[in-house]
Nanobody
Framework: VQLQASGGGLVQPGGSLRLSCAASGFTADYYSFGWFRQAPGKQREGISCISFTEDSEFYVDSVKGRFTISRDNAKNTVYLQMDGLKPEDTAVYYC?????????????????????WGQGTQVTVSS
């Protein structure tokens, strides 16, 4: 089971990036996925997730309305479209997966809940 995150980079405030999380070694259809980020000096936090059933989406307040999570099961890939980026979005972004379970617990995307992790991709928002 492998997850490969990509798509990070340097972008100006207000700009956009699309992160990808390519899954291999398993069929993404049966997995829920989460996106997490870790800013310098801060703990890793869950920011968005998409469930394996009904493709229900969840966002924390800090990214709601700016970020969009989606999945393409045919490509075994999950995306995070990030628009209206702010300097405070600067972080290393990670994707993670959990089989046949809801993507969130109440109003959280908890780190310890997810079983499989990809390496991070750096997102820097700066002018």
């Amino acid at each position: 089971v492998q997850l490969q995150a990509s798509g990070g980079g340097l972008v100006q405030p207000g700009g956009s990036l699309r992160l990808s999380c390519a899954a291999s070694g398993f069929t993404a259809d049966y997995y829920s996925f989460g996106w997490f980020r870790q800013a310098p000096g801060k703990q890793r936090e869950g920011i968005s997730c998409i469930s394996f059933t009904e493709d229900s989406e969840f966002y924390v307040d800090s990214v709601k309305g700016r970020f969009t999570i989606s999945r393409d099961n045919a490509k075994n890939t999950v995306y995070l479209q990030m628009d209206g980026l702010k300097p405070e979005d600067t972080a290393v972004y990670y994707c993670a997966a959990i089989p046949q379970s809801p993507c969130r617990v109440y109003d959280e995307v908890p780190l310890r809940y997810y079983q499989y992790w990809g390496q991070g991709t750096q997102v820097t928002v700066s002018s």
